[in-house]
């Protein structure tokens, strides 16, 4: 299906008159995509740039007349004094009538206004000067190398800053720091989560980030790093299980602080979550139309229909999986805070399950069940029965969710067969439960 959605061999052909020979665009790959019923709506293109650095660019599916304003504006802006330059493009913006789309050249992002100074060393350094003062003793930054950890195009751009500093008498001054970039609207709703969290319980069983403070005119967050792995790249290793148990202890743990972020979720915002992905799901997977609009419709209908007790609604992380928490050895941390929400904590269980089945897909034959098992058991063991029937729903929609999302990432091998064998588990959860 990726082939028929994105021509690669023809975008790379009309990105050579606009870039230099340093751009190796034979090796130029799709990271992700978005799809919707006419087809293409975005892609992120990944691949070898100038100085060793990756080539980001996004390509947005636009009409030829929107297509071509947007490209003047958005070169126009990049070419205001101290603009950075597009990384071996003539030009941040480029628009294709022949393939209708509009190329934006990273740190080109017409949503993320601030990303471009963000991205820059030189112009990001005053404002993180000003941000980390009262820690730095007056220090000045003599340098700052800039690493995008992670990027979601007209969403989010994740940073890691390593910083040399001069001056000043502070002994402890980061020396690494990460940073948010967000849309207005989001960062002012998640720039105090990471305070009031660390504020709400002392100890916490989770190591979390430190906030180090915000730069409101770039909508950036800074934090400091959370030392240790992702727990998804211990999956093979013989103390996994005992891992997901504290894992357990830790999730019910944040489920029971005592704090209101501001932000519900309700079961009605997952019910659109759901009916958004099925749409696009189905694009990607045509073969298996049919079965995903049934599942689609089956979710839908029960997450509507599920009673929930506004006192059985709690703190939740919005978005908890292996990849944000992390192992130091015995101490466990969490990341990625900006989705929590008050809402159901079947949500997390059933997030975490869903993953921790879609990593033994990965691991094929090899593959044990004991980590999620001894994670469900070591939650539920802490919970009551009502809060437990609400699982296995919450767990066939999170199966449904990554089923889709594996598939958005068209370089990851097996993603069809791990879709597919998603799928059936969301089936047999919705049929008989989690046995």
Not at 261 to 283: K, L, T
Not at 382 to 396: I, Q
Request: with cysteine; charged share 25%.
């Amino acid at each position: 299906m990726t082939g028929a959605v994105v021509d690669l061999a023809r975008v790379r052909t009309f990105l050579r008159r606009w870039c230099d020979t340093e751009v190796a665009l034979d090796r130029l790959e799709v990271s992700h995509l978005t799809v919707g019923p006419d087809g293409l709506q975005r892609v992120l293109y990944e691949g070898p740039g100038p100085g060793g650095q990756v080539l980001r660019l996004v390509g947005q599916r636009v009409a030829p007349a929107e297509g071509r304003r947007l490209e003047a504006e958005l070169n126009r802006d990049y070419r205001r004094p101290r603009a950075p330059a597009a990384p071996g493009f003539v030009q941040p913006a480029i628009y294709a009538p022949e393939l209708e789309l509009l190329f934006q050249v990273f740190p080109a992002d017409r949503r993320l206004g601030a990303l471009a100074r963000a991205a820059d060393g030189r112009a990001v350094a005053t404002a993180l000067e000003a941000a980390l003062a009262v820690r730095t003793g007056g220090a000045r930054l003599a340098s700052v190398a800039v690493h995008v950890v992670r990027y979601k195009p007209a969403r989010k751009c994740l940073f890691r800053y390593d910083l040399t500093w001069a001056g000043g008498a502070a002994p402890n001054r980061p020396g690494l720091v990460y940073a948010k970039v967000a849309r207005r609207e989001k960062f002012e709703r998640t720039r105090d989560i990471l305070a009031r969290l660390r504020a709400a319980a002392d100890p916490l069983f989770f190591e979390l980030p430190e906030p180090l403070g915000t730069v409101p005119e770039l909508c950036m967050e800074l934090f400091s790093p959370v030392a240790g792995v992702p727990l998804s790249a211990l999956f093979a290793a013989d103390n996994f299980p005992a891992l997901c148990q504290r894992v357990a202890a830790g999730l019910h743990q944040l489920h029971a602080l005592p704090i209101d972020i501001g932000r519900e979720r309700r079961a009605s915002e997952n019910a659109a979550r759901v009916a958004a992905s099925a749409s696009e799901f189905a694009a990607l997977l045509p073969a298996e139309r049919p079965r995903i609009a049934a599942l689609g419709r089956t979710l839908r209908a029960r997450l509507s229909a599920m009673p929930l007790s506004p006192s059985r609604l709690g703190l939740i992380h919005g978005d908890f999986h292996g990849d944000n928490v992390v192992v130091d050895g015995t101490g466990l941390g969490l990341v990625d805070l900006e989705s929590c929400a008050t809402g159901d904590p079947a949500d997390d269980v059933g997030s975490m399950w869903a993953q921790l089945t879609w990593l033994g897909c990965k691991a094929g034959a090899v593959a044990s069940t004991a980590g999620r098992d001894a994670f469900l058991e070591a939650y539920l063991r802490r919970t009551d029965g009502e809060a437990a029937a609400r699982v296995p729903l919450h767990a066939a929609m999170h199966c449904f969710l990554y089923a889709y999302q594996c598939l958005r990432h068209p370089r990851r091998r097996g993603r069809d067969e791990h879709a597919r064998a998603l799928l059936v588990t969301c089936e047999g959860i919705l049929a008989h439960g989690l046995l």
